[in-house]
């Protein structure tokens, strides 16, 4: 029992890993913008099967994977500063009609592009148990994977003087611009930021859930489940979230509700966290002057 | 007040026309449209005149098609039996879903529903219920005959109760729109606070518009269930909800009459963009969505109506102001209307809300 309770925490924390690096993306852009990213889980899908292209290509894993992530990059940045920077300031069903439209077009380009069938993704890590057998070796692998990208996120936000000004983009556009910062190539930078955590989010995925390319769907919502858990406004309050949510769905499908409910359960958490506590357990209350 | 005698007779041709003269497939469409039109009715309730975005009508949608199916083939219920049972079923989940979302402002409460139709397929499945619903097979319902031993096929016959039940909808959702409620609805979009301040009890409204959208959108189901004559976990996907968002926007979100232009798109554009490719119907659903948005924020119905108000008031000279400001663009790029009465819903409640807009463009 304690074995299979531990076995299921672990193997939370690996999936969390993977959600709380797609929060940490739409935290990353609803941060700077107050927009939540509907079409965050397609991009990350269209950007998974780039790497599978070049993979098929003969490239070596890492090589495919680092094409991807930056050409996810460059997708990000084109996408803000074509489609994104005339919403700045409409109204939220206009961005969420935008959002939602990305989503439909870039859905349908992975179809169109790579084929509805379900494919087969690589994994560059050894398949065998690990860790006295609670993980294997992919689990491992993608959790540490995981775990860089989100430290090498923080250094750059902490240390860096462009992690600086788009910090600083993000918490009050009118004073960064009186200071020289750049405010519009930021956002821009931050939506680019966003799609290639993403893209490495599913290259993680894919060779567990297999690579369609409705892929995502889930996984954005435990996403967003993870994000508000953590609160939407909050980087560290996201991808504690994630991992959170990781657990907490893994638990519950074994011993709570079942696997077919999995999805029931980020709704639950979605609804709960909204109607109790709207911030999230470590978001800041905005106050607004009316 | 000539209009509605008009309007009376232009759906009494809509519902002869197509009876006498088409072919059985082409009815099975047109009746595909005059359902997505109530489900989108139901959307536009809520979203276009309640300010209230759902990215979940799918669900309801769902919850109609199968409380029609399961009655019908467990308890074999007349098929217009099943209707109010399903109105009664759909308003009520309605009401219970629009508790949480009074606490949920513009973008969440996008979110939530976004949640739920993401979700709805894996409920539909769950095996508890399965003997109910049919699990992944569904169930299958037989399409009605004609009553009264008229001469009609099942498909004439479903078009014209399809297109009565439908004219008794628009008349009870341009009523209340125009009325008293509607004008609550429209000043909570508009301004929330202001319209607490000026007496309207806002969670009442918001609830009962909720649950007034939920029945629209389920009796869609139902009709659209007995047109189908099926029912599965599968076809009630993310997509559903989606597309009914996509033909509420590319009606025109506070138009009524623009949710039939968009549910003849969303009936009609896959028909045809299929012959490029599967994916393709998506595509061109993304673009036109977005190209709306932009070039068009009122919709096809906001334009239209803008376009006739144009004409009429060119010919008659000066004046002739519309009697009706019913079709108001809730979509509107001025800050002051669309942002601040979104976003500003439920202020009271503590959640994060931007302040600081001004100035992020450059």
């Known amino acids: 029992m304690l074995a299979g309770v531990i076995h299921q925490i672990m193997s939370g924390i690996a999936t969390g890993g993977i959600y709380a690096s797609v929060a940490l993306a739409l935290v990353m852009i609803y941060q700077a913008t107050h927009h939540v990213n509907f079409a965050q889980g397609e991009m990350a899908t269209f950007s998974t099967y780039i790497a599978l292209t070049f993979i098929n290509a003969g490239f070596p894993y890492w090589v495919a994977f680092a094409i991807a992530v930056v050409l996810s990059f460059g997708i990000g940045v ?12 409409a109204p939220v069903l206009a961005s969420v009609g935008v959002f939602v439209g990305l989503l439909l077009i870039i859905n349908s380009l992975s179809g169109w592009f790579f084929d509805y069938t379900i494919k087969q993704f690589p994994t560059p890590f050894p398949d065998r148990p690990m860790l006295g057998g609670y993980l294997s070796g992919h689990e491992l692998g993608s959790t540490a994977v995981t775990l860089i990208v989100l430290l090498s996120v923080y250094l750059f936000f902490r240390h860096t ?10 918490f009050n556009a009118t004073s960064s611009r009186l200071v020289g910062v750049r405010v519009g190539w930021m956002l821009a930078l931050g939506w680019g930021l966003a799609a290639a ?5 599913g290259c993680m995925v894919a060779p567990i859930v297999f690579l369609d390319p409705n892929m995502m769907a889930g996984i954005l919502l435990y996403a967003f489940a993870g994000a508000l858990l953590g609160g939407i406004d909050n980087p560290l309050g996201a991808v504690l979230g994630g991992f959170a949510v990781g657990v907490i769905e893994n638990l519950g499908g074994a011993y709570l509700v079942g696997t077919e409910l999995k999805l029931t359960l980020a709704l639950v958490i979605i609804v709960t966290v909204l109607t109790i506590k709207p911030t999230g357990l470590m978001g800041r209350k905005v106050y607004s002057r009316v | 007040m000539r209009t509605p005698w008009l309007i009376a007779i232009l759906v009494l041709l809509a519902a002869i026309v197509p009876v006498a003269g088409f072919t059985d497939y082409h009815l099975f469409q047109l009746t595909m449209v005059v359902v997505y039109a109530i489900a989108i009715l139901g959307l536009s309730l809520l979203t276009g005149f309640n300010g209230q975005i759902s990215l979940g009508h799918g669900a309801f949608y769902a919850i109609g098609a199968y409380t029609t199916a399961i ?3 467990t308890w074999n219920v007349p098929y217009w039996l099943t ?5 009664v079923v759909c308003a009520g989940v309605g009401f219970l879903l629009g508790l949480p979302a009074l606490r949920l402002g513009g973008l969440y409460l996008a979110l939530t529903t976004f949640a739920l139709a993401v979700a709805i397929p894996q409920i539909l499945k769950y095996k508890a219920i399965e003997d109910w619903t049919g699990g992944v097979q569904g169930l299958v319902i037989d399409k009605p005959d004609a009553p009264f031993g008229l001469d009609l096929s099942p498909d004439q016959w479903l078009y014209l109760f399809t297109v009565a039940v439908a004219a008794v909808l628009y008349v009870i959702a341009w009523n209340i729109v125009r009325g008293r409620i509607g004008r609550a609805m429209m000043a909570i979009r508009d301004h929330a606070m202001a319209a607490e301040a000026m007496g309207i009890n806002l969670a009442m409204v918001k609830t009962r518009t909720f649950a007034l959208s939920a029945m629209y959108t389920g009796l869609a189901g139902s009709l659209g269930a007995i047109a189908v004559q099926f029912v599965a976990p599968d076809s009630f996907g993310v997509f559903v909800s989606i597309f009914l968002f996509v033909g509420l926007v590319v009606g025109g979100v506070s138009s009524i009459g623009g949710t039939l232009i968009g549910a003849a798109f969303i009936e009609f554009v896959p ?9 393709a119907p998506g ?3 993304g673009v036109i969505l977005i190209a709306v948005m932009f070039l068009m924020p009122a919709g096809a119905g906001g334009f239209l109506y803008a376009l006739w108000r144009r004409v009429f008031r060119a010919r008659s000279g000066q004046g002739a102001a519309p009697e009706q400001p019913v079709e108001i663009g809730a979509v509107s790029y001025e800050p002051d209307s ?4 979104m976003q500003t819903g439920a202020a009271f409640v503590d959640r994060p809300v931007p302040s600081e807009n001004a100035g992020r463009n450059e």
Request: no cysteine; charged share 15%.
């Open chain 1, 197 to 201: 955590i993403g893209a490495v989010a």
């Open chain 2, 71 to 73: 009655l019908m083939t």
């Open chain 2, 283 to 285: 595509a061109v659903y």
């Open chain 2, 338 to 341: 669309g942002l601040t009465g």
């Open chain 1, 78 to 89: 084109t996408i803000e500063r074509v489609l994104m920077r005339p919403l700045a300031n």
């Open chain 2, 83 to 87: 209707l109010p049972v399903s109105a």
């Open chain 1, 161 to 170: 003087r462009l992690g600086l000004a788009m910090r600083a983009a993000a």
């Open chain 2, 271 to 279: 028909n045809l963009a299929d012959k490029v490719s599967k994916a």
